[in-house]
């Protein structure tokens, strides 16, 4: 008799998404049925700044049999460079949950004081417009963008970012920073690990070295924006240097390419690499 179970080499995952729990254009909802269309046995939900979308995600990805991560997307800082991390696996809540409101409160704050330059240049946008776009999500430049395109002062959210709202334009604000050292201790102390994301060709041998030594617990190898030579060399370099691979679309919500929710096939045997290292941790920490 044949089994009718898929092979290992069969099953994908993806560990980077959004929802309008931040910046995405779906529901949490939506965005697991979404993965469930594609055939995706695992999702991490990892919003910017935010867990509020993990409950529903996990609610449907229950009925449906996908597996749900509880993640988040944080900004973190290494002098003036902003570097991308994600906490996967998250466990321990409430510290965590804590760290984020106030995150998400600056982001309020940097909202309005954006809406402020923009009015300043000649931009007549309202902070309710952007509200409006975030619809109770974590708000961010993605958000201004949108009410921006919908009021006609921009094309697209190219165009927005490229003429206002990216770094060095009239509009841009900066954001309060978070270190990378209290970015990786604030997920270790959720119970999580620390995957820096999409570190593209500036993940060099000497970076990833860095990294480990800083206690980050794997790398985003699969990412839209690598090319072919970065997976191979940061596949390698995960593996060298004892870390945990991990992979995702970054989706947000619409068909975007390769960019496009499950497309960067993920093994799900990254995922179990993930689930051992997150045990041994928990091990480690009952001895201790």
Same mark, same amino acid.
């Given at each position: 008799?044949?089994?009718s179970?898929?092979?290992?080499d069969?099953?994908?995952v993806? =560990?980077?998404s ?11 909802a939506?965005?697991?049925?979404? /993965? ?17 979308? $993990?409950a529903? /995600?996990?609610?449907?990805? /229950?009925?449906?049999?996908v597996?749900? $991560? ?8 290494e ?7 994600l906490?996967l696996?998250l ?9 984020? !409101?106030?995150f ?10 954006? $809406? ?12 309710a417009?952007?509200?409006e ?13 949108? !009410? ?16 206002? =709202?990216?770094?060095?334009k009239?509009a841009y604000?900066?954001?309060?920073? =978070?270190?990378?050292?209290e ?10 690990l ?9 993940g060099?041998?000497?970076r $990833?070295?860095?990294l !480990?030594?800083l ?5 985003e190898?699969?990412?839209?924006s ?6 191979t060399? =940061? ?26 929710l ?9 995922l179990?690499?993930?689930?051992q290292?997150?045990r041994e941790?928990?091990?480690?920490e009952?001895?201790?």
């Amino acid at each position: 008799m044949t089994s009718s179970a898929p092979r290992v080499d069969d099953r994908f995952v993806d =560990l980077h998404s959004h929802s309008t729990a931040s910046d995405g254009a779906l529901p949490p909802a939506d965005v697991v049925r979404a /993965a469930h269309r594609a055939r995706l046995t695992a999702l991490a939900l990892t919003d910017h700044d935010t867990l509020d979308g $993990v409950a529903e /995600a996990r609610r449907v990805g /229950a009925e449906l049999g996908v597996r749900v $991560v509880a993640g988040v997307e944080l900004s973190a800082h290494e002098g003036d460079t902003e570097v991308h991390v994600l906490g996967l696996h998250l466990s321990r809540t409430e510290e965590i949950e804590r760290s984020l !409101a106030a995150f998400r409160a600056a982001r309020l704050t940097r909202a309005d004081r954006i $809406v402020h330059r923009l009015n300043s240049i000649g931009v007549p946008l309202t902070i309710a417009a952007v509200m409006e776009q975030a619809a109770g999500g974590a708000v961010g430049r993605p958000h201004v963008a949108r !009410a921006m395109i919908a009021e006609g002062w921009a094309r697209d959210s190219r165009d927005a970012f490229d003429r206002y =709202l990216g770094f060095g334009k009239p509009a841009y604000v900066d954001k309060p920073k =978070l270190d990378l050292p209290e970015a990786i201790a604030l997920i270790h102390r959720a119970g999580g690990l620390a995957i820096m994301a999409h570190p593209g060709s500036a993940g060099t041998r000497a970076r $990833v070295e860095q990294l !480990a030594s800083l206690g980050m617990d794997g790398v985003e190898v699969k990412h839209p924006s690598h090319s072919g030579d970065d997976v191979t060399r =940061l596949g390698a370099l995960v593996d060298h240097y004892r870390m945990v691979p991990s992979g995702g679309s970054d989706w947000h919500g619409a068909s975007e390419g390769m960019r496009t929710l499950g497309n960067q096939r993920v093994p799900a045997g990254w995922l179990e690499r993930q689930d051992q290292r997150v045990r041994e941790r928990a091990d480690q920490e009952k001895v201790a």
